[in-house]
């Protein structure tokens, strides 16, 4: 069974006809929990009644999906503390379609399947990766996004890994192997390549963006406003970044979020396996956030 597109849980609210379809599916799924987990997730994201506050909106999917051991376990989480922005390396302009050529040499040798990839002027974001699963084209296609942001050497290197190692390969596995369940939009879609970028080591930004990416994380779920936009600042981001994406964080609970939980759960219970093993291991059951049952 396929879930798709990867949004339908924020698209469902205001389309009907894909609302029905996803629940004819879930109502299909033979196991009775399965079945009730995404019936829950259903009926929270086509409720009109979802209120206008981020932060509770947040922590309503959370009771959904996390047991309250794993929301504690997030709470308890130690990370090192967010004082300063990492140092940063600007690329020159002209030099931004080499880094990026130069990247995707570097990791080819660990990729098994082909791909595209185009670079465009684009203010907002750092790059996208589409599969073939999701497009039905004949080539899965790498974007990189060229903008102030992207011309930061060490993040553009993490897109780039996050894209290709992360997203690449995660999508790769699911189309050579036929799992019996795939939610597109499961936590592991971003949790898998986030968990990738944060065990790179040769960059500085790795652990400053799995420390910023929970220390948000916990401040939301304590709905602490306050110590969100004190982190976001250190982080480099101005006001507007921050109420702008408030703003998206409200239409879309969860999504954000879905990176470092993911990232979070696959850590805790796949650390000791090699890469090329755990993600065998993680969708063993199929892609869907039942993976985080067998966490804690």
Not at 125 to 141: A, I, M, R, S, V
Not at 278 to 293: H, I, P, R, T, Y
Request: aromatic share 16%.
């Amino acid at each position: 069974m396929i879930l798709e597109p990867w949004d339908w849980r924020y698209k469902i609210q205001s389309d009907r006809k894909l609302s029905e379809q996803i629940f004819k599916q879930i109502s299909e799924i033979n196991d009775k929990k399965i079945r009730q987990l995404y019936l829950k997730l259903h009926d929270f994201f086509s409720n009109s009644s979802r209120n206008d506050n981020e932060f509770q909106n947040l922590n309503n999917y959370l009771e959904i999906i996390l047991s309250r051991k794993q929301i504690n376990y997030i709470l308890n989480y130690e990370v090192s503390p967010i004082t300063s922005n990492p140092p940063s390396c600007y690329l020159k302009n002209e030099d931004f379609y080499k880094f990026v050529e130069d990247k995707i040499k570097k990791f080819r040798d660990k990729l098994n399947f082909d791909f595209i990839f185009t670079v465009t002027e684009n203010e907002e974001g750092f790059g996208e990766y589409w599969p073939t699963l999701l497009t039905q084209k004949d080539k899965n296609e790498l974007i990189v996004h060229k903008n102030r942001n992207s011309l930061e050497m060490y993040n553009l290197e993490l897109t780039i890994i996050h894209e290709l190692l992360g997203h690449g390969i995660f999508y790769d596995f699911i189309l050579k192997n036929n799992l019996s369940f795939v939610d597109h939009g499961s936590v592991l879609i971003e949790g898998w390549p986030t968990y990738i970028e944060w065990n790179y080591q040769n960059n500085p930004r790795s652990q400053f963006n799995k420390s910023f990416s929970i220390s948000v994380l916990k401040a939301k779920i304590l709905g602490n406003e306050d110590e969100v936009k004190d982190l976001y600042k250190i982080a480099g981001y101005d006001e507007k970044t921050y109420e702008s994406n408030s703003i998206s964080y409200k239409s879309y609970p969860g999504f954000i979020e879905s990176y470092c939980i993911g990232a979070m759960f696959l850590e805790l219970q796949y650390k000791d396996l090699p890469l090329n093993k755990s993600l065998a291991n993680v969708l063993k059951n199929g892609c869907g956030d039942f993976f985080l049952w067998d966490t804690i």
